[in-house]
């Protein structure tokens, strides 16, 4: 009983903990709230871990000559590179928080690397199928690949069922009826909540 009090004040605490931007490094990861409605909501619900993470979102920060950076393939513009000012502003007015999470001194070597294959994806469209392609990419998919050399982030089977439900949910079956496929449960893909759950990555704090 006494041990899982502890585990609850000590979540409780690294919920509340908040991290400032000239506290950010190279590589790091930002993790941005799923909320209520739409594409966001939908991703949420059928990707829920034991962590009970809540993210729609992933994006990979750059740190240069004291210039913040994010890489990520977001919905309105593909891939791109943008300022983290332009990219903080745009999810406060989407009413989202971001959460930055670090890697692990063990894997923190994988990082050069993963930035400079971050940027020979620039510019390539979202991809709203969801399964892999070159021609395009979604936001976990640009940071897996981005650090697939060092094998950081696994493609695990997707799957579009939800949990609470035990079926898949009719937004998405609405979703890829419109684009004439079917529902690619069990392909390979991956997901922010996902990634927020893998042992090579620890929680730093909601950005403020």
């Given amino acids: ?51 009970s993470t809540h993210f729609s979102h992933i994006a990979l920060l750059e740190k240069k000559n004291n ?10 513009n593909g891939s791109e590179r943008i300022s983290l ?3 903080v502003l745009d999810e406060k007015n989407d009413k989202n928080t971001i959460t930055v999470y670090r890697l692990k001194r063990k894997y923190q070597h994988t990082i050069k690397n993963a930035i400079e294959v971050a940027k020979t994806w620039l510019g390539k469209p979202y991809n ?3 399964v892999l392609s070159d ?10 690949r981005s650090f697939a050399k060092d094998t950081v982030f696994k493609l695990n089977p997707m799957t579009f069922i939800n ?15 419109k684009q004439n496929i079917e529902v690619p449960e069990g392909k390979p893909g991956c997901n922010p909540n996902g990634m927020a759950s893998s042992d090579k990555i620890k929680r730093m704090g909601i950005l403020k």
Avoid at 67 to 76: D, I, R
Avoid at 135 to 144: A, I, R
């Fill in 1 to 51: 009983m006494r041990s899982t009090i502890v585990f609850v004040i000590l979540v409780i605490v690294s919920s509340c903990t908040t991290i400032k931007s000239s506290q950010l490094k190279n590589g790091d990861l930002l993790f941005v709230s799923a909320n209520n409605e739409g594409l966001s909501k939908a991703i949420d619900a059928v990707t829920q871990t034991k962590q």
């Fill in 67 to 76: 210039q913040l950076f994010v890489m990520h393939a977001g919905t309105k």
């Fill in 85 to 87: 000012q332009d990219f």
């Fill in 128 to 130: 709203y199928s969801y």
């Fill in 135 to 144: 021609e395009k990419l979604y936001c976990s998919d640009f940071v897996q």
């Fill in 163 to 177: 949990p609470q439900t035990g079926k898949t949910d009719e937004m998405w079956i609405e979703f890829y009826k």
